[in-house]
């Protein structure tokens, strides 16, 4: 198994000191760079940063090739999951971006209930732009050619406005 994120214990001067005290050298660090703007302490710190930031490279070089040979066979996976997670995010942005309503209304008796305001609002949020956009992405898996599609929606856009459908 590899050892790629372990703890290894060792015994060197900064391992030794602790996490309070490591914080408070940052901050002294951070603190002196800011109040005395000294060239010489500048560049002393720049010369240490870059050497920390290079170190760094071959750090995340060598813990990433690491990573990848152990995980080659759960790239697969990962790459399906990270697909789920992007598609649930588009979809959650349908309503958002889309906007559909109605002013139909269906009237029962002496009450009259608004198909927009009473359902669609409360019960079934969302649900027109997300139909909608159902129907246009299997439009497009059946091949439909995007333009048909767009000349399409404006269509049946100015048909169902006009006729009190869509508002």
């Known amino acids: 198994m590899s050892r790629v994120l372990s703890y290894e214990e060792k015994d060197t001067w900064i391992h030794r000191l602790s996490g309070v005290t490591k914080l ?33 490279w071959s750090w995340g070089y060598k813990f990433g090739s690491a990573i990848i040979t152990t995980l080659a066979d759960k790239v697969a996976a990962l790459s399906e999951a990270m697909s789920v997670l992007g598609l649930t995010v588009v979809g959650a942005l349908i309503p958002s971006v889309i906007k559909i309503s109605t002013p139909l209304a269906i009237a029962i008796g002496d009450a009259s209930f608004g198909l927009q305001e009473q359902l669609f609002d409360k019960i079934l949020t969302g649900f027109l732009p997300v139909m909608a956009t159902v ?18 929606i404006i269509v049946v856009s100015w048909v169902c406005a006009a006729f009190g459908i869509l508002g």
């Not at 497009?140 to 048909?148: A, C, E």
């Open 24 to 56: 408070l050298f940052f901050l002294l660090w951070s603190i002196t760079s800011m109040i005395s703007y000294d060239t010489r302490v500048l560049l002393v710190m720049l010369v240490c940063s870059l050497g920390l930031k290079v170190k760094s």
């Open 135 to 152: 129907l246009v992405y299997q439009l497009l898996k059946k091949k439909v050619s995007t333009n048909v599609l767009i000349i399409g």
